[in-house]
């Protein structure tokens, strides 16, 4: 076990649990953006900073998802510099996505007042990585990735075009925490048009046109009949 | 009890010992619902021997938790109850399985995402969530055991059809130490080359030869395959070779039979002497180049696009074929009057030398006019009268010959193939694929592969890469040394059985077969690696033999018994059976943008829509459900196949039933969704709660 104080209080904690995980565990809220419990750590979003003092060294902000619990350390999660930095990271990412409910929500909950910078061109996607390692974690397919760097960083199939691997499980729509994720990106447009032709064939393969489907006429009349005889 | 008569099975003496936990999720869960009090609920539960909250069971800490509470409390069965499945499965999956409990037997529902997300501030919530767990705990308490299955791979492969894709298929494979078997069914190799090209003829010939003599490939000439059964990785192949018939077995099958030029029949709308298609024109052509011989046309007109289909469908070869024989009639006769009528030009081919013929052949002096889809070009006695797009006047063109491009289609025996191997035809019979948004290229029985222009028309770039893909599939696949299945697979009681046939039809795999038994009847057989777990042939078996553990017929009445059970005050109960891939992950995403609808709408998960059994219906009905609400995958994207059409078949027989026995049809309705459409979902159930309320209060 290790022992560390957070916020003030002493804490005892199993060995290899991060920062984060210690806190959840122990009822401090933390915002995060990137963080998903079914998924590795990631520390993209920067969200979930606290500050960490050790004995002899002078204290400074980690990402608490991927920060390992030491022994000894002293952890304040809602410090001056926590929540300055934390808004300035929730004011960052507002820049580029300053209509999206999820993140004004965010913006609030951290103390953002006004999005000073806005970027021109505004996109839901706040390249927080999760629909990317849901693919790759959960589903075990891969099918998107981030592609590019910088300021043209952003999720999307190998080459851009429609994903050969994705099965199409929609677990990444599901998983987005903004709603950006567009599930055409990576399936592609083409719908095949319903194959009527190959449904006929396996319901009527071997007995050609006889329709050899069970009757549900009987059944349906005898359960009515046998209600009616119980009433 | 009712429940036993109709399903005709009982359920095992044995009293499962299930734990429940019941996850907090921060403040998100326990904010809206008081959750001590859905404990206290269902430990009051028979199976149920513990029951916990826990503020995050998916974090590290809580998987120890629950790791620790299965191994002292004997639990044989776990419900979590909190967010989606869809995404912390998994995990859970892999948390139960060190503590010994077998992942079938766990079971996670959705409390966040369906109710406290949509329902907070609804005083039914709890009854609702309730509701949910109570579902939960009957599927665990009916449910059994879904094992995995594996099978051997067998190291060979074998290529039906010797066309350009499937000797270069045969020579890839051959040159990676895998044994070929390729069967054709003429007596030479090569195909019917719908292109027509020199180069390609010379491709085919330079390949044949290397098969010929390559040490791993087997060629069978004049042969056919004539029965085909086993599962991926491990086929028995039945070939009729001459006068014999060999067993292969068999790890991969390679499907390239090729396509045709279609015919072009005796018309008493023009003179078939005057009017030649494409194939006859080369031998025209052919002829003419011989020494001695010249062209004797002048006026020359060739009509791309020559049936309607090809305007849907690029038959991929006739354009490049059409402007190589433009160029070739002017270079046998520079004075010719070439005139080319297309609709639209496909000229792809890697390098782009399509384009440089194309030009080539405006420099000869070939005329091109593009015609409209709905004025298409008319062929008289002696002239064609097409309406030009570019100037929107009508033009008439005289002619001596009129050379009509025909449309590539597929050989007679796809049929046969098809059959055999299970593979789907479109509506022009080629063996399309049956799930080209999610799986291009592949088909439902993942050793099974076609290509070329058996799948769809293809010129030969398309072909070879086509040829490369598949090839380094099929190895891919042949170097697994077993393979195995983790879904739950369908199984049947043989004592049950009898053989009636419903099961091999609807299969969409062809995993089940009849089995002679006692030489007279036959009964039906699962082949487990074949079966992808859709639940159609537990729905079609009228003595309910099959099972399918996690959707059995056991395990969802139970659940709509459960469901049902909850008392709400002045609502009415509606039921919805959502398949995961489209209606489930729909109200997942309706909840995670907090989209509201009524908190009377108990969702039960299903796998596909083909499992929505016509007696669970009607048993939801006789239950007390006021409506059953099902959710599918639109058509043509099923996971399954075809399931929602099935569905939907069923779902029209059952109304009639329904309102020949005193049930209004309205209170069943089938919705197709995509699962992005977490808008639809909350709206379908809103509109069909509000309408099941209106029906009752006309009564």
């Given at each position: 076990m290790?022992h ?19 806190c959840?565990e ?16 990631y ?9 960490l ?9 980690v990402?608490s998802?991927v920060y390992?619990?030491e ?11 926590v929540?300055r930095s934390?808004?300035?990271?929730a004011?960052?990412?507002l820049a580029?996505s300053?209509h ?19 970027l ?8 927080c ?11 075990g ?7 590019q760097r910088g300021?043209a960083k952003?999720?999307?199939?190998p080459?851009?075009v ?6 199409g499980?929609g677990t990444?729509?599901?998983?987005c925490?903004?709603?950006?994720f567009?599930f055409?990106s ?26 050899l489907r069970p ?7 005898e359960?009515l009949?046998?209600m009616?005889?119980?009433? | 009890?009712k429940?036993?008569i109709?399903?005709?099975e009982q359920?095992?003496?044995f009293v499962p010992?299930?734990g ?6 921060g ?12 404990r206290k609920?269902v ?5 149920v ?7 995050y069971?998916?974090s590290?800490?809580g998987?120890?938790r ?7 409390q ?6 979590i109850?909190?967010?989606s499945p ?27 995402e369906h ?5 907070a501030?609804d005083?039914?919530?709890v ?5 949910l ?5 009957a599927?665990?308490?009916?449910t059994?055991?879904a ?10 492969a074998?290529?039906?059809g010797s ?7 045969a020579?890839?494979l051959?040159d990676?130490?895998?044994?070929v078997?390729?069967v054709?069914?003429?007596?030479a190799?090569?195909?019917s080359?719908?292109?027509?090209q020199?180069r ?5 010939f330079?390949?044949?030869?290397t098969v010929?003599?390559?040490p791993?490939?087997?060629?069978l ?8 059964s086993?599962h ?9 070779h ?10 991969a099958i390679i ?13 008493r ?5 005057k009017?030649?298609?494409q194939a006859?024109?080369e031998?025209e ?18 009509i791309?696009?020559?049936?309607e ?10 354009c490049?074929i059409?402007?190589r024989?433009?160029i ?8 010719a009057?070439?005139?080319v ?6 000229l792809?081919e890697?390098?782009?030398a399509?384009?440089?013929e ?9 005329t091109?006019?593009r015609?409209?889809r ?11 009268d097409v309406?030009?797009t ?18 590539l ?7 046969t ?32 592969y ?9 010129d030969?770039t ?7 893909l598949?090839?380094s599939?099929t190895?891919?696949?042949l ?6 299945v983790?879904?739950p697979v ?29 030489g007279?009847?036959s009964l039906?057989?699962v082949?487990?690696?074949r079966?992808i ?5 537990v729905v ?11 959707w ?9 018994s459960?469901?049902l ?5 002045g609502g ?19 909840g995670?943008?907090r ?13 596909c ?17 006021e409506g ?11 996971h399954?196949?075809?399931?929602n059409l099935?569905?939907r078949e069923?779902?029209?027989k059952l109304?009639?039933?329904?309102s ?15 699962l992005e459409n977490g808008?639809?979902f909350?709206?379908?159930?809103t509109?069909?709660v ?5 029906e009752i209060?006309?009564?």
């Amino acid at each position: 076990m290790i022992h560390l104080t957070i916020d003030d209080k002493p804490i005892e904690v199993a060995e290899n649990r991060t920062l984060l995980e210690a806190c959840r565990e122990h009822g401090i809220h933390i915002p995060t953006l990137c963080y998903h419990p079914a998924l590795e750590p990631y520390g993209g979003c920067r969200l979930c900073v606290v500050e960490l003092s050790q004995p002899g060294r002078r204290s400074r902000l980690v990402a608490s998802c991927v920060y390992p619990c030491e022994e000894g350390v002293v952890v304040k999660t809602n410090s001056e510099t926590v929540i300055r930095s934390r808004r300035m990271t929730a004011e960052l990412i507002l820049a580029g996505s300053y209509h999206t409910p999820e993140m004004l929500a965010l913006g609030e909950e951290l103390g953002v007042k006004e999005v000073r910078f806005k970027l021109p061109e505004e996109n839901a996607c706040v390249l927080c990585g999760l629909c990317v390692r849901a693919c790759k974690e959960i589903v075990g397919v891969s099918a998107i990735s981030v592609i590019q760097r910088g300021i043209a960083k952003k999720v999307a199939t190998p080459f851009q075009v429609t994903s050969s691997r994705c099965i199409g499980c929609g677990t990444c729509v599901l998983i987005c925490p903004t709603g950006a994720f567009k599930f055409e990106s990576v399936t592609g447009f083409q719908y095949v048009s319903p194959l009527e032709s190959a449904y006929r064939l396996g319901y009527y393969r071997l007995g050609g046109e006889l329709d050899l489907r069970p009757h549900f006429v009987q059944d349906v009349a005898e359960l009515l009949i046998s209600m009616k005889e119980e009433e | 009890m009712k429940k036993e008569i109709i399903m005709g099975e009982q359920t095992a003496e044995f009293v499962p010992r299930i734990g429940v936990v019941i996850c907090d999720c921060g403040d998100k869960i326990s904010g809206v619902l008081d959750t001590e009090a859905l404990r206290k609920k269902v430990a009051d539960q028979f199976e149920v021997v513990y029951s916990v909250r826990d503020t995050y069971p998916c974090s590290k800490d809580g998987q120890e938790r629950i790791q620790k509470a299965i191994v002292e409390q004997h639990l044989d069965r776990l419900l979590i109850a909190g967010c989606s499945p869809r995404l912390v499965e998994k995990l859970f999956r892999q948390a139960v399985q060190p503590a010994g409990l077998d992942p079938s037997y766990l079971n996670v529902i959705n409390i966040r995402e369906h109710v406290a997300y949509v329902n907070a501030g609804d005083p039914a919530a709890v009854s609702k969530a309730n509701g949910l767990i109570e579902m939960g705990t009957a599927r665990l308490a009916t449910t059994s055991l879904a094992p995995s299955h594996t099978g051997r791979v067998v190291k060979s492969a074998l290529v039906i059809g010797s066309g350009l894709s499937a000797l270069t298929v045969a020579l890839a494979l051959a040159d990676g130490g895998i044994r070929v078997t390729l069967v054709e069914q003429t007596g030479a190799l090569g195909g019917s080359v719908p292109d027509l090209q020199v180069r390609t003829l010379e491709l085919i010939f330079e390949k044949s030869q290397t098969v010929l003599k390559h040490p791993m490939i087997d060629t069978l000439f004049n042969a056919y395959v004539s029965e085909v059964s086993g599962h991926p990785g491990d086929y028995e192949v039945r070939i009729q070779h001459g006068d014999q018939t060999t067993t292969y077995a068999i790890g991969a099958i390679i499907v390239d039979n090729g396509a045709q030029h279609k015919k072009l029949g005796a018309s008493r709308w023009f003179d078939r002497n005057k009017v030649k298609t494409q194939a006859e024109f080369e031998a025209e052509l052919e002829e003419a180049t011989e020494p001695g011989k010249m062209l004797e046309l002048n006026d020359i007109v060739m009509i791309f696009c020559a049936e309607e289909t090809q305007l849907e469908r690029c038959s991929r070869v006739c354009c490049n074929i059409g402007i190589r024989q433009a160029i070739r009639t002017k270079q046998l006769n520079p004075d010719a009057n070439v005139t080319v009528l297309f609709r639209d030009l496909y000229l792809g081919e890697v390098g782009g030398a399509h384009e440089v013929e194309f030009m080539e052949a405006r420099k000869m002096g070939v005329t091109f006019f593009r015609y409209r889809r709905d004025r298409p070009p008319v062929i008289g006695d002696k002239t064609v009268d097409v309406l030009d797009t570019l100037t929107g006047e009508p033009v008439r063109v005289p002619f001596e010959r009129v050379v009509l491009s025909m449309p590539l289609i597929p050989y007679d025996n796809a049929k046969t193939l098809a059959a055999l191997l299970g593979l789907p035809q479109d509506d022009a019979g080629f063996l399309a694929e049956p799930r080209m948004r999610l799986r291009p290229g592949r088909y439902a029985d993942p050793g099974i592969y076609v290509l070329g222009s058996a799948q769809q028309p293809a010129d030969t770039t398309e072909a070879l890469f086509q040829a490369y893909l598949t090839s380094s599939r099929t190895a891919r696949f042949l170097s697994q040394e077993t393979i195995s299945v983790q879904t739950p697979v369908a199984s049947i009681d043989p004592t049950l059985c009898t053989g009636c046939g419903n099961c091999p039809q609807v299969c969409p795999t062809l995993a089940i077969h009849l089995e002679k038994r006692d030489g007279v009847l036959s009964l039906s057989e699962v082949d487990d690696l074949r079966c992808i777990g859709c639940g159609n042939c537990v729905v079609v078996c009228p003595v309910k033999a099959i099972s399918l553990p996690g959707w059995d017929n056991i395990e969802i009445p139970a659940q709509i018994s459960a469901a049902l059970q909850r008392r709400q005050n002045g609502g009415v109960k509606v039921i919805a059976l959502a398949c995961e891939w489209s209606a489930y992950a729909a109200a997942d995403m309706a909840g995670t943008r907090r989209i509201s609808y009524p908190s009377n709408v108990s969702i039960l998960r299903m796998n596909c829509s083909a499992r929505f059994d016509p007696y669970h219906i009607l048993w939801a009905f006789l239950n007390g459900a006021e409506g059953v609400f099902l959710g599918a995958c639109p058509p043509g994207e099923c996971h399954y196949g075809t399931g929602n059409l099935y569905a939907r078949e069923r779902v029209e027989k059952l109304k009639k039933e329904l309102s020949a026995h005193g049930i209004n049809p309205r209170r069943l309705r089938l919705e197709f969704m995509t699962l992005e459409n977490g808008e639809k979902f909350a709206q379908a159930v809103t509109d069909f709660v509000t309408d099941i309320q209106s029906e009752i209060y006309r009564k």
